[in-house]
C-alpha cells in the first residue's frame, strides 16, 4: 500500500487536496467521509486509476456521480438500515480483476453471480432497507435529503461557531454534514463532562466523541431529524447561559 495523501500532520482535521495520483498504481482508495473525526470530500474526486470508496457513513446523503467509481462500497447500518446487510456498487469490468486466490464469500463476483444469495440473505434488514429508499424517493430523493442534511449541518455548525464555549475541530471547508465533531472551547476544557452530563438529562445520549479524538461527536445521519439537531443546539444555548 502506498499513501497517496493524509492529514496525519494535524490530526485528519482536513481534506488532502493538490494531491498527484500515480497514474501506475492499480486503484485509489478513499473513504469519502470520516466518521471518528468528521471529515468529508464534499465532491468526487477525478482519478486517472478505478477509485474506490468507502461510504458507509454517507452514502446516499447526497447525490453522487457513481460514473466516477470504480466501486463503492459499506456497510447499511448507519445511513440505509440496521446492521446485517452491506452494499457493493461495481462496474462490471472490475469483477475480473481479481489477482490473488480469494475465499470464495470475499469475491464479489460470488454475490454478482448468486442474485446476493450465495449465503442466506437477512431478510429484516433487507426489508427496511427497501422501505428507507422507498422512503427517501418518496420525500424527493437525493436532491431532498442533501438539502435536509445541509440544512441539519448547517443549524449545529452555526452553534458550534456561535457559542463562546465550544470549538469545532475540523477546518471549516471539509466539515462533515455527518458527523460533527467539536470540543469545548480553550479554556473551557474541564466543562465537558458536566456538558455530556447535561446533555444526558435532556435526553441527548451518544454525543461523546470517538476515544481516538475526545469531545463530542454528533452523528446526524439520515434518519436523524432536524428536531432532534434543534434539540441539541438549545442544550447548548442553554448550557452557555449557566456558564455566564
Ligand atoms: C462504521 C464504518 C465502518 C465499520 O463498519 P462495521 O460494519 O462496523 O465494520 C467502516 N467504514 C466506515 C467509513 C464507517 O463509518
Known sequence: MEVVASSEDRNFTYIPKGFDIPSDIDYLYICSNNTIYGTEYKTDIDSPVPLIADMSS?????????????????????????AGVTFVIIRNDMLDRVVRPLPTMMNVKTHVENDSMFNTPPVFPIYVLRETLKWMK????????????????????????????????????????????????????????????????????GIKGHRLVGGFRASCY???????????????????????
Open 138 to 205: 418518496s420525500i424527493g430523493g437525493m436532491e431532498e435529503m442533501y438539502r435536509r442534511n445541509q440544512e441539519k449541518a448547517a443549524l449545529l455548525y452555526a452553534e458550534i461557531d456561535r457559542n463562546s464555549l465550544f470549538r469545532g475541530t475540523v477546518e471549516k471547508e471539509d466539515r462533515s454534514l455527518m458527523n460533527i465533531c467539536f470540543v469545548m472551547s480553550e479554556g473551557n476544557e474541564a466543562l465537558a463532562p458536566e456538558f455530556l452530563e447535561f446533555a444526558k438529562s435532556k435526553g441527548m445520549v
Open 222 to 244: 439520515n434518519a436523524c431529524p432536524k428536531e432532534s439537531v434543534e434539540a441539541l443546539v438549545a442544550c447548548m444555548q442553554e448550557f452557555e447561559a449557566m456558564h455566564k
Open 58 to 82: 454517507n452514502i446516499l446523503s447526497r447525490p453522487v456521480d457513481v460514473s466516477k467509481y470504480a466501486m463503492i462500497y459499506g456497510g447499511a447500518q448507519k445511513n440505509l438500515a440496521p
